[in-house]
């Protein structure tokens, strides 16, 4: 008999249906079920659960669990919602996830390098006029988070010729990467940067981190990326710096709100650019695969995987 395994999601139907064909695809020796069809010995019985934004009141009714794996990057909900009984939070790190984000940073930081906001407004104006062209070793690029998503978008950027400046809470080394750490490295960074991109994870520590005073130690005319969580930037501040052109443009694809709110001002503002959320989704069949290994291994030798550190949350 297979042994069950409980997938626990507060998704669309769609979405469940699209991760239960992926795992059980991934998977075939386990029997991957929704936790409203588990019948209380499975419930009881149950030492692992697959999890996609959980909520806590059903993971309450699977009281042995040791571990869940997180088909997610971002856990900050999970650490808020769920008390600390023991249980250990697994978050998704997928190579293909850093690749896909290492792909969207430098799509836009391009757009930025080249000026595409300007050319765009300029179509509007039917104005043909032409920018001088700066070279990527002219442009410095902030990277605040240096993690597994920071560290692959450090290398693609290396790659195009920018000079890449990272930060970090604590202190890390990148080959051919300035790094910097905790609060003076961050105005280190913020001071020499051309455009900043927000990778880091949403904290206690990081929530709000990007305020007024960080913008405005910006070099004049510093562009914004955030693909973090929206939390991560005081976006009262952001639209204050945008409005007096301290910073020229923000591409931003994470919201304190989602979905944006048709009222929020950043649709139209002319020095934003607005993204849905889609930097770098969750690839279904490489994170199911990523999923059927860990538990496969724990099945096999009993080894959880590295979890997060409830403490930093991630």
């Given at each position: 008999m297979r042994k069950i395994i409980p997938f626990v999601s507060r998704g669309s139907r769609a979405e469940v249906e699209g991760w239960l064909e992926a795992l059980r695809g991934a998977m075939p020796e386990f029997q991957i079920e929704e936790l409203d069809t588990l019948p209380n010995p499975a419930r009881?019985?149950?030492?692992?659960?697959?999890?996609?934004?959980?909520?806590?009141?059903?993971?309450?009714?699977?009281?042995?669990?040791?571990?869940?794996?997180?088909?997610?990057?971002?856990?900050?909900?999970?650490?808020?919602?769920?008390?600390?009984?023991?249980?250990?939070?697994?978050?998704?790190?997928?190579?293909?996830?850093?690749?896909t984000m290492a792909e969207a940073v430098l799509a836009w930081t391009l757009y930025l390098h080249r000026d595409m906001p300007r050319y765009h407004q300029q179509q509007t104006e039917k104005l043909w006029q032409q920018?001088?062209?700066?070279?990527?070793?002219?442009?410095?690029?902030?990277?605040?988070?240096?993690?597994?998503?920071?560290?692959?978008?450090?290398?693609?950027?290396?790659?195009?010729?920018?000079?890449?400046?990272?930060?970090?809470?604590?202190?890390?080394?990148?080959?051919?990467?300035?790094?910097?750490?905790?609060?003076?490295?961050?105005?280190?960074?913020?001071?020499?940067?051309?455009?900043?991109?927000?990778?880091?994870?949403?904290?206690a520590q990081t929530r709000g981190l990007i305020d007024a005073a960080a913008l405005a130690s910006l070099r004049p005319g510093a562009c914004l990326i955030n693909f973090a969580r929206g939390a991560i930037v005081d976006e009262s501040a952001l639209l204050s710096a945008l409005d007096s052109g301290h910073i020229d443009h923000a591409v931003l694809d994470v919201f304190d709100e989602e979905p944006l709110p048709p009222t929020s001002p950043f649709w139209s503002h002319p020095s934003v650019t607005v993204l849905p959320h889609i930097s770098a989704p969750t690839t279904r069949s490489t994170a199911a695969a990523i999923t059927a290994d860990n538990i496969g291994r724990f099945f096999e030798t009993g080894a959880i995987p590295q979890a997060i550190d409830r403490s930093r949350g991630y």
């Amino acid at each position: 008999m297979r042994k069950i395994i409980p997938f626990v999601s507060r998704g669309s139907r769609a979405e469940v249906e699209g991760w239960l064909e992926a795992l059980r695809g991934a998977m075939p020796e386990f029997q991957i079920e929704e936790l409203d069809t588990l019948p209380n010995p499975a419930r009881l019985d149950a030492e692992i659960a697959i999890v996609a934004d959980p909520a806590p009141s059903d993971l309450e009714q699977l009281p042995n669990l040791r571990w869940i794996q997180s088909l997610w990057a971002g856990v900050e909900r999970i650490v808020a919602e769920v008390p600390d009984n023991g249980m250990k939070i697994v978050r998704m790190e997928d190579p293909q996830m850093a690749r896909t984000m290492a792909e969207a940073v430098l799509a836009w930081t391009l757009y930025l390098h080249r000026d595409m906001p300007r050319y765009h407004q300029q179509q509007t104006e039917k104005l043909w006029q032409q920018h001088p062209v700066r070279l990527p070793s002219q442009r410095t690029i902030g990277l605040l988070g240096l993690g597994q998503l920071g560290r692959s978008a450090a290398s693609v950027l290396r790659q195009q010729g920018f000079t890449i400046s990272g930060w970090s809470r604590t202190s890390k080394t990148l080959e051919n990467i300035a790094t910097h750490s905790g609060p003076d490295g961050l105005k280190a960074v913020l001071s020499q940067s051309d455009i900043i991109i927000i990778l880091m994870p949403l904290t206690a520590q990081t929530r709000g981190l990007i305020d007024a005073a960080a913008l405005a130690s910006l070099r004049p005319g510093a562009c914004l990326i955030n693909f973090a969580r929206g939390a991560i930037v005081d976006e009262s501040a952001l639209l204050s710096a945008l409005d007096s052109g301290h910073i020229d443009h923000a591409v931003l694809d994470v919201f304190d709100e989602e979905p944006l709110p048709p009222t929020s001002p950043f649709w139209s503002h002319p020095s934003v650019t607005v993204l849905p959320h889609i930097s770098a989704p969750t690839t279904r069949s490489t994170a199911a695969a990523i999923t059927a290994d860990n538990i496969g291994r724990f099945f096999e030798t009993g080894a959880i995987p590295q979890a997060i550190d409830r403490s930093r949350g991630y």
